[in-house]
Nanobody, 126 residues
């Protein structure tokens, strides 16, 4: 069983920064691609970023490219997402997810991910 726990969310002004963390438990963390998704009120959950098992390859949604950075440390069983130049439209609950059994492919569809955290709220004020 894999458990994921996000932290680092909060309230920030537009233009500010936050760093989200996702702590994982379970023996398979090091062998799997990981992703971040977000869900704003009244909207579907959407892909934000993904990283392969080694951290050597990443993928981003166009809406966050150049502002967000996903990274991981397998020794610490942790994935991070550094979010800079935040916009009001980045307001959402952010979830990390594990793509079990997949090491390399950076998938963008939520149904490809097997394990999810509870989410952390990010609110960006104008």
């Amino acid at each position: 069983q894999v458990q994921l726990a996000e932290s680092g969310g909060g309230l920030v002004q537009a233009g500010g920064s936050l760093r989200l963390s996702c702590a994982a438990s379970g023996r398979t963390f090091n062998n799997n691609a990981m992703g971040w998704f977000r869900q704003a009120p009244g909207k579907e959950r959407e892909f934000v970023a993904a990283i392969n098992w080694s951290g050597g390859s990443t993928n981003y949604a166009d809406s966050v490219k150049g502002r967000f950075t996903i990274s991981r440390d397998n020794a610490k069983n942790t994935v991070w997402m550094e979010m800079n130049s935040l916009k009001v439209e980045d307001t959402a609950v952010y979830y990390c997810a594990q793509d079990s059994g997949n090491r390399w492919v950076l998938r963008v569809t939520m149904h490809d991910y097997d394990y999810w955290g509870q989410g952390t709220q990010v609110t960006v004020s104008s």
